[in-house]
């Protein structure tokens, strides 16, 4: 077994002005990495936060592996700051790119792992010239901008295709993903689980990261 | 004497994982309001934060005064949810809005005050037309984008044309601004100042703040 069930809380949903308070609690839950959703108001209709931010983060929170999930419309533009504010791996989305290619030699010299994101709209064909580029493939189970969306099932089709075409790659959903949900998307074959408000908003976090990564566990060959 | 002199510490060069916490201790030192740097990475290259942590801000601070600075290519986009989130003066730059007369009107019809604010490359004469719709004007003392930049002298025959012909209007400025700087911004007639990292890296902030509004107050008629 290669792969791993990891489980990655979104903080979208949680208090921002206490950012850094609200990341460690995750972490000391059992949380396998953070999440980081930046949006630019131009490639999603919402504007959340941007690389001072992680910056101010990374100085508190010296260990953690950093996912920034970059839904803007240049990605291009914030690999060199990303990758000063010490972020891990660097996921973003191909529909607003035009030389995926040359992003990801970008975010590879700049010392990040490369994500490459599909939002529902986007055939997972579209995606498949350049998933051997990849560290990571973030299928969207809902459509990106806000937190609290319901999960959409019908995305587990591209899951299916991925993994029985790269057993070995590290698949992520995100989207309506928690403990009524998680179910069909280990089945169909993530591994990496975002979880926003399902993880934040619970009365035991632990309980809820743990029961999730078990599920995905489950399925794992 | 109907206009007062205003201290607004900016908090983009303090720890933004721990807003809520810096913000308030801004306010204990006798910050008059909080100034908020809101970028997209279109109008200005850097991405900062948006309405989602400003609302988490308003949870935590329920009484400050809230100014949003806007240095996003389409602020109608954002009136809305910045309403939401408890802004009280919502300022703007006059340089990407096509129609600043109902972008103005939005902003007051969701309840909030309104400001201009223009770049240093813009002419004061630019804003004329649009100063009377207006309860405050932002003259830029640097390139919006980053804190810490040096302070532009140049720019305060916009202040003091601005004061000469409008004896009654609050007139800010914003970058660069401290201790060193403030005096002549004063004396030109600015009497609302942004100060980001004089007075957030200051060792004793009360009197950062104190003395700087000090020197405000001296040249008020």
């Not at 979208?12 to 990495?33: H, T, V």
């Not at 919402?46 to 910056?55: C, D, E, I, S, Y």
Request: with cysteine; charged share 20%; glycine share 8%.
């Amino acid at each position: 077994m290669s792969i791993q069930a990891k489980i990655g809380p979104s903080i979208l949903n949680a208090d921002l002005a206490n950012l850094a308070e609200e990341s460690q609690k995750l972490l000391d839950n059992g949380a396998d990495y953070l999440h980081l959703d930046v949006m630019d108001g131009t490639f999603v209709p919402n504007l959340t936060f941007g690389h001072p931010m992680v910056k101010c983060l990374r100085n508190k929170i010296k260990e953690a592996f950093f996912e920034t999930h970059m839904m803007v419309q240049n990605p291009e533009q914030w690999i060199a700051p990303m990758s000063d504010a010490g972020v891990n791996l660097y996921t973003f989305h191909i529909e607003p790119v035009e030389d995926v290619c040359k992003v990801t030699r970008l975010i590879q010299e700049a010392g990040m792992k490369v994500g490459l994101a599909i939002k529902p709209g986007t055939s997972v064909k579209d995606i498949e010239k350049y998933v051997e580029l990849a560290d990571l493939v973030l299928v969207m189970t809902v459509e990106p901008g806000f937190g609290g969306q319901s999960f959409m099932a019908d995305m587990m089709p591209k899951v299916e295709w991925l993994r029985n075409n790269y057993p070995n790659l590290d698949i992520e959903v995100d989207g309506g993903v928690g403990p009524k949900t998680i179910d069909c998307c280990a089945k169909a074959g993530a591994n990496w689980i975002v979880s926003g408000t399902a993880v934040v908003g619970a009365a035991d976090q632990r309980q809820v990261i743990g029961d999730m990564r078990n599920v995905v566990k489950s399925y794992l060959k």
